[in-house]
T-cell receptor, first 112, second 113 residues
Framework: GNSVTQMEGPVTLSEEAFLTINCTYTATGYPSLFWYVQYPGEGLQLLLK?????DKGSNKGFEATYRKETTSFHLEKGSVQVSDSAVYFC???????????FGKGTLLTVNP | DSGVTQTPKHLITATGQRVTLRCSPR?????VYWYQQSLDQGLQFLIQYYNGEERAKGNILERFSAQQFPDLHSELNLSSLELGDSALYFCASSVQAGPGEQYFGPGTRLTVT
């Protein structure tokens, strides 16, 4: 079945630091890949997506590239802000039942 | 604001009881998904409905059931509640039946005492 593995947190960075959160997946076929963000006390929000190999999703300074050869979709941001503090989930969509399969989430804390 | 609404926001109830969680999808979305989020299990897919019909089932217990009504809102029914059912329950919606982005509601926090 489909599965997503993302780096264990928590991740603590200083403001303006570079962020990478690793995500790898296992899937049959050609899934779509997503990053969702959950701010404290809120639901998940779609951050970015990529639907085919070599696609780059980007939003709010975050980027992730769909790498089929390494089955990865790592999230990056060049300069994080305090307001980026949240839990980040990598997710995979595809397969016969159309559900999203989520990683366990990575808590990011950015200090001023 | 994702456009997905869920009620109630918080629910506290006792073991053995039954509760109903409600979700209204974004305007135009035909698919509704239910997820359970807990500290130990993470985010788990429970069930999906598309245009009134059950489309996919995940890790949903037999004590739980759901339905989607003609106006496309959905309800998740949890019965014979146990302490371990305490969790955040999210509803998400999407326009299509197939894999694609989903828009999440703010969640219902269920506490079983």
């Amino acid at each position: 079945g489909n599965s997503v593995t993302q780096m264990e947190g928590p991740v603590t960075l200083s403001e303006e630091a570079f962020l990478t959160i690793n995500c790898t997946y296992t899937a049959t076929g050609y899934p779509s890949l997503f990053w969702y963000v959950q701010y404290p006390g809120e639901g998940l929000q779609l951050l970015l997506k990529a639907t085919k190999a070599d696609d780059k999703g980007s939003n709010k300074g975050f980027e992730a590239t769909y790498r089929k050869e390494t089955t990865s979709f790592h999230l990056e941001k060049g300069s994080v802000q305090v307001s980026d503090s949240a839990v980040y989930f990598c997710a995979l969509g595809g397969g016969s039942n159309y559900k999203l399969t989520f990683g366990k989430g990575t808590l990011l804390t950015v200090n001023p | 604001d994702s456009g997905v609404t869920q009620t109630p926001k918080h629910l506290i109830t006792a073991t053995g009881q039954r509760v109903t969680l409600r979700c209204s999808p974004r305007s135009g979305d035909l698919s509704v998904y239910w997820y359970q989020q807990s500290l130990d299990q993470g985010l788990q897919f429970l069930i999906q409905y598309y245009n009134g019909e059950e489309r996919a089932k995940g890790n949903i217990l037999e004590r739980f059931s759901a339905q989607q009504f003609p106006d496309l809102h959905s309800e998740l029914n949890l019965s014979s509640l146990e302490l371990g059912d305490s969790a955040l329950y999210f509803c998400a919606s999407s326009v299509q039946a197939g894999p694609g982005e989903q828009y999440f509601g703010p969640g219902t926090r269920l506490t079983v005492t």
